[in-house]
Every structure is written in C-alpha cells, then in structure tokens.
C-alpha cells in the first residue's frame, strides 16, 4: 500500500489482515472530531498520538488519522491499565472540554477484536463511506478562482437571469427599554444561490477586485427591482451599494419611484470609501438632502482600533459581532474603540446568541441584527398570525420577497409588517 | 568589533593643535535599547562619509557610538539629510535620533570631547551577533495613465494578465529614487523604488486608461506586484540588497513567495527595505493588514502607505496605522488647496515631515511647493534629474 492510500482505506485492510487472528488486538478510536474546535488542531492531535505512540510501544501499534480528524489505532496485547493511563492522559490535556465526558458517544472506545471484530469492521466500512462521500464534495466544491477571462460572461448572466429568485431579507431591530422596532429591512442577493445562476463553475468571490467590479452591475439589477421591494417595505429599506451606483441614473429612478414614507439607507464598503473618498462624501450629502441616509458596513472589530470614525460621519456603523476567540484585553480594547463613537449609530451585526446581544447592550448598543433577531422576528410575526404553520417555514417566506417558497404564506401581509412592539413593564 | 578609534585620532588631532574650529557630533548609538550589529554600524557610518566627502568623515567606536567629524564649509542640510538616512538605518524616528545626539563645538569644547573620549575607552566592548546571507529584490506600480485613453475591458485585462504570465518581468523592471531634498544640497537617497513600468509595456496596453475602471486596475496591480516579487526570486543576481521598496499587497505580504523572498534578505539590511501598501486594500480589511504589518516589522522591513492624496490624508491617522512612511500624490492644485484648507498641512505635520513623502515631483512647481512647506522627502523626475545638482537655485 503506498503513501497516497487514505487512512480509512488503510485501516480496513489492515482489519482484513488481522481477521484471522484476532486474539489478543484491540482497536482505539479517538473521536477528536468531537471536541472544541480549538482542542482539535492539527498539533494537539499530534500530540496525543505522539504520547500514545510512546505508551503503546511494546503493543506493535499502527495509527490512521482519518479526514475528519478521528483516529484509530490498532493494537497487540495492551494492558488495561495502559487505557486507562492513556484515558487519563486525554482528560488531564482537555479538563475543560465536556465532551470528553459524554459516555454515549465516547470520545476514547476501545474495542476487543476477539469480541467484537464485526462491529469493529462495520465502523471501519463507514468511516470509508463517509470520507468518500466527503472526497466527492470537496472535488465538487474545486471551482475555478474567478479571472478577467471570466468576466464578460458572468456579466451576460447577470444581466439575463431573475434577479427577484435570489433577493433574501432581513431586518435590523432596535431594542429599547420599551420595546422592539424594526428600523430597516437589509436586501441583499443569496451569494450561494447567486454563484449557481451567474458563474456555477467559478468561485465568485476568490478575487476581491474582480468581483467588486461585477458588483456594479448586480447594483443595477438590484435596483431595477425597485417596485417589488417597495411593494413589500413598509418603513426602510437598506442595500448594499458600490459609491458610484450612488451617481448614477438608476438609483435616480429608485429614489423618484420610492413611496412616501419610507426610507433609505446605502451600505458602503470602507474599501470603497477609500478608493475616492471624495464619491463618499458627495453621495453622503446626496443621501441626506432627499432625507436617506448612509451606513459602513461589515467593520470588523479591528477596525475600530484603526478608525477615526467621526471623521467619516456616518449616519450608521455596522460592527460585526466579534467571532469567537477573542481575549479578554482584545475585549476591552473594542470598548475603548468605540467610547467615541455615538453608539446610537452603531448596528451590531451577526447577533447568534445570547452573549453577543447581552454585550451590546451593556455597551450601550441598541440595534442589531443577525439570526437572533430573525428568530426574534419571527416569533413576534408568528403570535400575531392566526395561522400556526412552522416556525421555520415562517422564517423562509419572510426571508423572501418573490417564488413559491413565499407564496406558500396565506397571510402575506404580516411577513411584511413592520416589527414594534411593547414589552409589558413588570 | 568596529573601533575607529585611533583613525579618529589622526582625523582630529590636526584641528585640535591648531584649535581650529571644527564640529563633531557624537550619537550615542550604545545608549539604544536594541543591539546593532557591525554590518549596520559599517552601513551608516559609509552612509556619513558619503556625504560628507571629502572634508568630513564618520568614526564609529567599541562601545557603538558614532562620531561624525566635520569643518564648518560643510552645510548642516547635509547633515541633516545624512542623520536622516541613520534614522532609516536604526529604524528609530528622527525626534529619538536627535535625544542621543551630542555636539562638541572645537576648540570650544575641546576638553569635554576628551572627557567623553575617555569614557568611551573606559566602556565595555560591545559583542554583536554577526547576520548571514545576502540577497536582493524588485518591485512593481503603474504610472498615471492618460485620461483620453480606452476604458481598461475585462478582455483587455483578460490580454494583459495572459501576456505577463509569459512575460520574463525583469526586463521592465525600473527604478525610481525617494530622496531628502534640503536647500543648498546634492539630493541624498533614501531609497529606491523598483516598479513595472506601465510605458514599458505599451506593447501589449495600447491606448488605454487604468484608472476609469478601478477594480479592475486594483486586479492589474496585484498581478504585477505578484509577478514582481516571484521575478526577484528568480532572478537572485543583480543589484538589489538594501535601500529599495517594493510594491506589495497585504495578501503577498503573508505569501508563500514573500516568505521566499526575505530568507534571502541579509537581516540587518531589512530595515533598509520599505513596502509601499494600497490604502484600499489597507482600509478594506484592517484585521489582514494588521497581521502583516506585525509581521512585516518584526522582520525588520518598514511600510509606506501608497497613493495619498488630500482626500485620503484626512482618513490617516499614521501613528494608529503604524505606519513608517506616507506617500503623498503630487497634484498641481495642491498649492490652491493648501492656502484654502491650511488644516491639510497641518495633518502633514502631524504626520511628520520626516514621515511623509511627496511623489510626481516631475517639475519645477511641485518641487517649490515641497520646499515652501518644509516637504523635504520627494520623489519623481525632477528628483532625478537633480541626482548631481544642488535643487532651489529657482529661488
């Protein structure tokens, strides 16, 4: 078998070489995959199997690191006592990680192949399974980066196909002591479903620059739409937009169409903003003279320790709630960033539990928006409808403004209600 | 161990006899947190006695200190043109450079200079670790185009990024010198700037405007800086080992070919090197850039933000971005808009003139402008056409 063999293939064949003689070998599995992200890392797996390697040394054993991070190691007359060291060696190095202690689906079974060969086998055959199975996604996934040469085409695409398919929504919530409001509806294009119907065999966003250019003409598409999105926004409607589509003709049309009442807000990329500063500052009084207004988008909270942002003036900020792994001192440095900024300005993005919320508020933050929000939403827009269908079913067709999905809602007129309500004070 | 000390001697001991006047400036480079190495000590004392020519001369000590000898014919524009470049060198702003600096005015202070003299004797010798390797680099950038060229097309781009790839770079790789420009001096170099030249290639960009299609010109650039840099890899031979910059992008600052690139850099000639960065690309994602501006200093290199204009400058807060130097864009109506907005000078000065360099100096008016606001690190044809001449005889 050369080096190119997988390692859940190797493993089978060498259960298939020991069939015969079973007695006396066992089989470990280590389910690493299991585990926190960070207690699986290529170098503490490592670790562990080097340990191991030492203290099965006089057990002749062979290891196979599978894709999915699992390991298995088969092995000649072990003692008990050394599983239930190197069982001890596992939870000293990951005390912390509670899945270490999950006895349904353990993280360290050893198997006896006298016993229980079958089972052993059985595993074995799935774990081939499941890595071919993951091989044919990642060949799948293998799409070309995005070139110039690419560019022509895509752009037919775009221009060809109905845009109206791909429009997602979601809405950005401002929480006070007195209750919830929906302050605007963000329409954007589902990137997934998007790359399938302008470039299915090129990876889009691979190259930050070229896309960025094919992103001026999916502005105009965006606003082509301009009386389905009004015919289902009752307050505000926030896109996506390149500076430049802020000059031109068809986002003049969007703006002379808009019905009275509702309002605006242009998100704008600070890779945009400093390609021409001067574009910014323009569209920016553009904006606030017909009463819209203009919002950065997508500031990482690295960001903020670079950013003047009172020099920029926006009327809204878009902090990206900080991913996991943040330190305690990376924490405190994002709240001394944003000390100067008027926090009314601030949306916080990418809200998904409880922790993000809670720390925006106690950080004087009051928007939001993010999966937590949606569900906030839904729920709220589910207990004021008659009809009880399915929470998630609810939450697809308000995520939508055209197609079947939506049009499955007998009650169309609540999806696009805007979001208030009271909290009652105890 | 460098020691000087007995040339030294022989360099000064004429003047004290006949108490000639005559000044020398001692910078305490023993008094600095970081070690220097010999090859640095060598660097800037060759850097010194370049300038200073034939009259003056540079000496450097057992203890590291530095001590520059020179008679008062010698103006102190190229003094401060040549402590600019020791800045670069000891990687330290020119305000630190100015705290370790002593002055011994002979015959005036003839006998404090002794003392010192003897206090360095009475030092401890300072080891350094010695660097290993050498090597050299190049770098790529595009000029300004015209403005009544053809819109850059995919196609078009589509040509051109085939046509580099099968292009041997180094043939239109070309240079361009950032200098200290003072009154009354030869031009001292800073450093180089090595860049594709966009004229070059005309052959394959027949009549057309980069900058009407941003995005994609953005696209261009990384290619050329990317092919630039594997071309230097290439190419190991040639002249590139210190006092040159190269366009990157952040992304090929944390590349597999830039990791190339520096194992061949000689350590302490490092921070000889600056990287002049996009603020688009800067500004557009500042977690990417941080990672690589750490990484990049640590090594040693310096970085320069690129393409600065009056509309940008008031987004740059250089010391936040940690930032070495700033590149300022050249632009005729600057003389217009610093009278209407003085503020924009002062951010300059903020900034730091010792910081900030002024490139598309390619005439007359631009080099008044930096002269009349006290902009003395300038780069363009003007620049170069005054590598042998003394600059504002307009005045």
Redesign the interface.
């Known amino acids: 078998m050369d080096n190119n063999t997988p390692a859940e293939k190797a493993f089978l064949t060498a259960l298939e070489n020991v069939q015969s003689l079973t007695q006396g070998y066992s089989v470990l599995f280590l389910r690493f995959s299991a585990l926190r992200e960070e207690n699986r890392t290529i170098e503490k797996v490592r670790r562990v199997c080097n340990q191991y390697r030492q203290m099965l040394d006089a057990c002749s054993p062979q290891f196979f690191e599978f894709i999915n991070q699992n390991v298995a190691i088969i092995a000649k007359r072990v003692r008990p006592s050394t599983f239930e060291g190197m069982m001890t060696y596992l939870i000293n190095t990951y005390p912390n990680d509670r899945e270490i202690y999950n006895t349904k689906t353990p993280v360290f079974k050893v198997y006896s192949l006298d016993t229980e060969f079958n089972k052993v086998y059985k595993i074995a055959q799935d774990v081939v399974q499941e890595w071919e199975k993951k091989k044919s996604t990642i060949v799948q996934k293998q799409d070309v980066p995005l ?3 690419h ?2 085409n895509i ?1 037919i695409n775009i221009k060809g196909f109905n845009i109206l398919r791909l429009i997602r929504r979601q809405e950005a919530l401002r929480i006070s002591a007195s209750g919830f409001e929906g302050i605007f509806f963000e329409y954007f294009t589902s990137m997934g479903d998007l790359k399938k119907a302008i470039a299915p065999d090129v990876n889009v966003l691979s ?4 896309f ?2 094919l992103s ?1 003409t999916l502005d105009i598409r965006m606003l082509s739409i301009f009386s389905d999105i009004f015919a289902h926004t009752k307050k505000a409607i926030s896109l996506n937009l390149n500076i430049e589509t802020l000059f031109t003709k068809e986002f003049d049309d969007f703006l002379s169409n808009m019905p009275e009442g509702i309002k605006f807000v242009a998100e704008v ?3 945009d ?6 574009n910014y500052m323009e569209a920016k009084d553009l904006l606030h003279e017909a009463g819209h207004q203009i919002l950065i988008d997508s500031l ?1 909270p ?2 903020f ?4 942002l009172n ?2 003036d926006p009327d809204l900020i878009k902090l990206l709630w900080p991913f996991k792994g943040m330190s305690e001192k990376e924490m405190v440095q994002l709240q001394q960033a944003i000390e100067p900024i008027d926090k009314s300005k601030i949306v916080l993005m990418r809200v998904e539990n409880e922790d993000s919320l809670g720390w925006g508020l106690m950080n004087g933050i009051d928007k939001f928006q993010g999966y937590m929000i949606d569900n906030l939403s839904n729920t709220i827009c589910q207990k004021k409808c008659t009809l009880k269908c399915p929470k998630k079913d609810c939450a697809d067709r308000k995520g939508r403004i055209w197609g079947k999905i939506r049009d499955a809602c007998k009650n169309q007129s609540r999806l696009d209600a805007p979001f208030e309500t009271n909290i009652k004070r105890s | 161990m460098l020691n000087h000390a007995s040339a030294f001697d022989d360099f000064v001991t004429p003047f004290l006899k006949k108490e000639l006047p005559f000044t020398i400036v001692q910078l305490k480079i023993s008094t600095l947190p970081d070690e220097c190495t010999d090859s640095l000590l060598s660097m800037i004392v060759r850097s010194f006695n370049e300038s200073l020519k034939p009259h003056g001369k540079a000496f450097c000590f057992k203890n590291n200190d530095i001590l520059i000898g020179y008679p008062p014919k010698i103006k102190e524009n190229i003094i401060q043109a040549a402590m600019f470049k020791a800045s670069m060198y000891l990687s330290i702003d020119t305000s630190e450079l100015e705290n370790i600096q002593q002055r011994f005015d002979i015959p005036f202070d003839k006998e404090l200079l002794k003392l010192e003299l003897g206090r360095i004797e009475n030092s401890k010798q300072v080891v350094f670790k010695q660097p290993v390797e050498r090597k050299r680099v190049v770098q790529s950038v595009i000029e300004d185009p015209d403005k009544d060229k053809d819109e850059l097309t995919p196609a078009l781009l589509a040509r051109i990024t085939k046509a580099l790839r099968n292009t041997d770079l180094a043939a239109m790789i070309r240079n361009q010198r950032v200098c200290v420009v003072l009154e009354g001096i030869i031009p001292k170099k800073v450093y180089e700037e090595v860049y594709l030249s966009v004229q070059d290639m005309s052959r394959i960009l027949p009549n057309v405007s980069l900058t009407k299609t941003p995005w994609l010109f953005m696209d261009l650039s990384t290619t050329l800086d990317e092919g630039v840099l594997k071309t230097v890899s290439r190419h190991r031979e040639g002249a590139f080992m210190r006092d040159f910059a190269l366009n990157l992008t952040v992304k090929g600052l944390l590349s597999e070919d830039f990791k190339t690139f520096d194992r061949g850099m000689r350590p302490d000639l490092k921070r000889t090197v600056v990287f002049e960065l996009q603020p688009v690309e800067v500004f557009g994602d500042l977690a990417s850039y941080e990672k690589a501006r750490n990484y990049v200093h640590d090594l040693g290199y310096k970085i320069c933000l690129d393409k600065i204009n009056f509309d940008t400058l008031p987004f740059v807060d250089r010391e936040k971005l940690g930032i070495d130097f700033l590149k300022l864009e050249w632009n005729p109506n600057f003389p217009e808009q610093a009278i209407e907005n003085p503020e924009l000078i002062d951010m300059l000065k903020e900034i730091g003139m010792n910081r900030v360099i002024m490139y598309g100096v390619d005439d007359i008016a631009a080099l008044a402008f930096a002269h009349q606001y006290g902009i003395s690190l300038l780069q363009g044809k003007h620049i170069q056409k005054l590598k042998t001449s003394i600059p504002f005889n307009y005045r």
């Open positions: 070139a110039p040469e560019l022509d752009l190259n930050q620059w070229l960025q250019y001026r990329q600070m890779a903003i400093m390609q021409n500063p001067r990482t690295v960001a320790n670079y950013l003047n020099t920029y």
